[in-house]
């Protein structure tokens, strides 16, 4: 019964519970032409009601097609509470505020406010924006007239973001000086305090009963309290994380710690150009901040043109980096002294001081950490009994007790990088009991069970729940693996997967989806189909990741016939492309994560040295759910037919095989290439294939 729902009262009377809602000539089918009743969405719906008014943390798998939108959406609107709703991108955010959320509040007719909040670096900043007019920092007549471009579009567009803003794309570097950062930010200072576009955008999100936001702003700025923003929580009832199974890594990287190479140089160019305007007389302050620029781009040049993700104790024979490390702090040092000197001449010069000194506290934790913070097995958690769902709680350390400490270096700069091994802990201590948290996905169980999840995410008392996909797989899709494949560590695997995937992309006309684990690999499969459709007699369009933004690639696949679009894993998830111009989805290996990577690699290391089996308990796990979201790519939709390729011979070759393929949809599966043929001639004629 809907009698505890805030906005209950708003629906018609013969409407008493949630399935009324969703039934057939329910509210949602009158107010929305085709829609049809899933008993999967309402069960979803009641789970989702029970969570919010018991306030209690569900979690909730629902397979595509199930509608989980629509099944949070309609309880969290009428519950009458405030609701924060994150999702995983900003496309998606987009797509939730401007698409879903007005069909449901339409059909619920419920006079619920809502708004939509991105990061700062979304909204045009107008002090930044005017010193760069003034400074006139940009050489190129293409920049120039994108920043004219940008305070025209300041001067008319009524909340500032800057995806309103056609003439300036998204990717153009005139950006970065006409938007604001946590660290810059002058915040009450600002002589633009008043008309902040940001600051707007925070005031609309306190007053409204629904916010959306996306999962890197909800930590960066609900949870860890960026001014304004940090106000949100503590007002919530309900926080619900759409594309859940994002959360592990998104709250590693803002549980952790960094000092990046273009921090440091925006501090040291932010701090000449204070120095400039406020403190021109004090010649050390500028040949500071020149130091500390040439120390960052010193260290940087320690590596030349390698890139590398390392973790610190890998790096103790490098005694050039130690060197270059050492005198950056210095320098880093000095410039946060002459600043101190200084900072009482202006708001900017304060604002600098601050950033200096926070930089040099993260960057000396960095220096001083332990160089391998899990070799003593002591530390590690307690072994999970077999059986377990998840609901013994390791006892509470400190944080960084179980941190990496790791160097990236790309073409760009370089990171050192503090990251948190366990962020269950860190997670459950934030979790507030007066409130509901629901975190869903349609992949987030490995065949039905959420222990690595629960486990992972510090969920040990959460409500599990799990509805399959009403798609008819058997009939709509085959999962193929063909025979006779190499390795996939062989230097001619990739050869190889084009190879078996030709065949297949004559059968479906192209309009196929290419996914790769690795760019190497990528790249390597569109050089070699490029050159071997022509000699087929084929002259499919082909389609590169990087060639064009993902909005644009995405774009020209769907209005492009018979498109190919060869990608990676930015591809693997997040995409909907319904109807017969995706029939085919070909991935090349199981999407184990690189065992090199420093985060990665202390994980199995911690896990292993508990007595536990960090192959089964997380590896496989994570490899499972990541297919699972490129398998996903391949039926979006009742009408959908197609074929996904596996090519990786493990899948059915190797013992943990049989685990990940029990985790996918249940299509009709083969190792038959005749059967792949059979079908798409059925489908090609409009019959509905067999589910045999």
């Not at 410039?335 to 506290?361: F, I, M, P, T, Y």
């Amino acid at each position: 019964m809907l009698e505890s729902a805030g906005f209950f009262s708003f629906l018609p009377p013969t409407v008493t519970t949630l399935a009324d809602v969703f039934s057939e000539g329910g509210l949602f089918a009158q107010a929305m032409p085709g829609y049809r009743p899933r008993v999967q969405q309402v069960e979803m719906a009641e789970a989702v009601e029970r969570a919010i008014r018991n306030k209690k943390p569900l979690i909730a798998e629902a397979g595509t097609g199930t509608g989980k939108t629509y099944a949070y959406l309609v309880p969290a609107l009428l519950s009458g509470g405030k609701v924060i709703v994150s999702t995983g991108t900003k496309t998606l955010q987009d797509q939730l505020f401007h698409r879903d959320l007005p069909k449901v509040r339409a059909a619920l007719k419920v006079p619920v406010t809502t708004a939509l909040l991105k990061g700062r670096s979304n909204y045009v900043c107008r002090y930044h924006l005017e010193r760069a007019m003034n400074e006139g920092r940009f050489a190129r007549k293409e920049d120039v007239a994108q920043l004219h471009a940008i305070v025209r579009f300041a001067a008319t567009s009524p909340d500032g973001d800057k995806s309103g803003c056609a003439a300036v794309p998204e990717s153009s570097p005139v950006w970065q000086h006409a938007i604001s950062t946590r660290e810059n930010c002058l915040g009450s200072e600002c002589p633009y305090h008043q008309d902040c576009f940001v600051l707007q955008a925070r005031r609309q999100a306190l007053d409204a009963d629904v916010v959306v936001v996306n999962h890197h702003l909800f930590f960066a700025d609900v949870w860890l309290k960026d001014e304004g923003a940090g106000e949100l929580l503590p007002r919530c009832n309900t926080v619900i994380f759409d594309e859940a199974h994002q959360l592990p890594e998104v709250a590693s990287l803002f549980f952790g710690e960094v000092v990046s190479s273009g921090a440091l140089l925006e501090l040291a160019r932010d701090s000449r150009a204070e120095a400039l305007s406020a403190a021109k007389d004090f010649v050390h302050l500028p040949a500071a901040a020149l130091a500390l620029d040439k120390a960052v781009r010193d260290l940087r040049l320690v590596f030349g043109q390698e890139t590398i993700r390392a973790p610190k104790h890998a790096l103790a024979e490098k005694l050039e980096f130690h060197a270059a490390l050492e005198v950056l702090e210095g320098a880093l040092g000095d410039l946060a002294d002459r600043l101190a000197d200084q900072a009482k001449r202006s708001e900017g010069l304060e604002n600098c001081r601050r950033r200096a000194v926070e930089q040099l506290a993260t960057l000396s934790v960095w220096i001083q950490g332990n160089a391998n913070p899990v070799d003593d097995a002591k530390q590690a958690e307690p072994p999970i009994a077999e059986g377990d769902k998840g609901t013994t709680k390791p006892r509470a350390k400190d944080p960084l007790d179980d941190a990496v400490f790791w160097l990236e270096v790309s073409p760009q700069g370089f990171q050192l990088n503090t990251t948190p091994l366990d962020i269950a802990r860190l997670f459950a201590r934030q979790m507030n009991e007066e409130r509901a948290w629901v975190f869903t996905s349609a992949t987030l169980a490995m065949d039905g069970n959420f222990k690595h999840y629960t486990h992972e995410m510090g969920l040990w008392d959460a409500e599990q729940a799990a509805w399959e996909s009403p798609f008819a797989y058997k009939q709509q899709a085959v999962l193929y693996v063909p025979q006779g494949l190499p390795d996939p560590n062989s230097r001619e695997y990739t050869v190889r997967v084009v190879e078996a995937a030709l065949p297949l992309l004559q059968l479906s006309q192209g309009r196929a989806f290419l996914l790769f684990t690795s760019l190497r690999a990528m790249r390597e499969a569109y050089d070699l189909i490029q050159a071997r459709l022509p000699a087929l007699g084929l002259s499919y369009p082909l389609l590169l990741q990087g060639e064009g933004t993902r909005t644009e690639l995405l774009e020209r696949f769907r209005t492009l016939p018979n498109a190919v679009l060869i990608a990676s894993q930015t591809f693997w998830e997040g995409i909907d492309v319904k109807g017969e111009q995706l029939q085919l989805v070909v991935i090349d290996k199981l999407p184990f994560a690189a065992p090199d990577d420093p985060v990665l690699a202390a994980r199995i290391d911690k896990i292993n040295k508990a007595g536990r089996n960090a192959f089964m308990e997380y590896q496989l796990p994570r490899a499972a759910i990541t297919l699972k979201q490129g398998a996903g790519r391949l039926i979006r939709d009742e009408g959908d037919r197609g074929v996904l390729m596996i090519a990786d011979p493990r899948l059915v070759e190797k013992p943990y095989g049989k685990a990940i393929w029990k985790a996918l949809p249940p299509m009709r599966r083969t190792r038959e290439f005749s059967v792949v043929e059979q079908f798409f001639s059925m489908v090609d004629h409009g019959q509905t294939p067999n589910k045999n």
